[in-house]
């Protein structure tokens, strides 16, 4: 299992970090890994929403289905995925920052299922990380450049 905890500071207040983290789509716009998001579901953004995300794995996309498991506005968000061959829980915090803004901790957890995920778990957790970290710095860019406008 790979597995990564990062922080970062952000000018937005806490409610416009969630509510901007928690419309996943948004990945597609930080994320470098990520080659498109979308919602698979209407209504407010809430428990239970539903994203696809379409991650890049070398030269192939891979469509990732998160669903938000835990909805507690504006201190927690945790979207989980599971599907045959992986499982994945990205478990997001935010705290009052000591300027008004706000720290982000993002933990994030992703497994190969089954016999190969074992084989290629070493591997996996080393791409994790690096994945993982140029997602947050990319995070960390956004939040500033278009989020902590609208404090």
Same mark, same amino acid.
């Given at each position: 299992m790979?597995?990564?905890?990062?922080?970062?500071?952000s000018p937005?207040?806490?409610?416009? =970090?969630?509510?901007?983290l /928690?419309?996943?789509?948004?990945? /597609?716009?930080?994320?470098?890994?990520? %080659? =498109? =998001?979308?919602?698979?579901?209407?209504?407010?953004?809430?428990?239970?929403? $539903?994203?696809?995300?379409?991650? #890049?794995?070398?030269?192939?996309?891979?469509p990732?289905?998160y *669903?938000?498991?835990?909805?507690?506005?504006?201190? $927690?968000?945790?979207?989980?995925?599971?599907?045959?061959f992986? #499982?994945?829980?990205?478990?997001?915090?935010f705290? %009052?920052?000591?300027?008004?803004?706000?720290?982000?901790?993002?933990? %994030?957890? @992703?497994?190969?299922?089954?016999?190969?995920?074992?084989?290629?778990?070493?591997?996996?957790?080393v /791409?994790?990380?690096?994945?993982?970290? =140029? %997602?947050? /710095?990319?995070? *960390? $860019? @956004?939040?500033? *450049?278009?989020v902590g406008q $609208?404090?």
């Amino acid at each position: 299992m790979a597995r990564i905890t990062e922080q970062l500071a952000s000018p937005a207040t806490p409610e416009v =970090a969630f509510d901007t983290l /928690a419309d996943f789509t948004t990945t /597609a716009e930080w994320d470098p890994g990520i %080659a =498109a =998001a979308e919602r698979l579901d209407d209504g407010p953004i809430g428990l239970g929403s $539903r994203f696809e995300v379409r991650s #890049r794995i070398g030269l192939v996309t891979v469509p990732l289905v998160y *669903e938000i498991t835990h909805y507690e506005r504006p201190d $927690r968000l945790v979207l989980s995925t599971i599907g045959t061959f992986h #499982r994945g829980e990205d478990d997001v915090r935010f705290a %009052a920052g000591p300027d008004g803004g706000t720290v982000v901790t993002w933990t %994030a957890m @992703f497994a190969v299922r089954g016999p190969i995920g074992r084989l290629i778990d070493p591997g996996l957790s080393v /791409a994790f990380r690096r994945v993982g970290k =140029a %997602a947050i /710095a990319g995070l *960390e $860019r @956004f939040l500033h *450049e278009q989020v902590g406008q $609208r404090r």
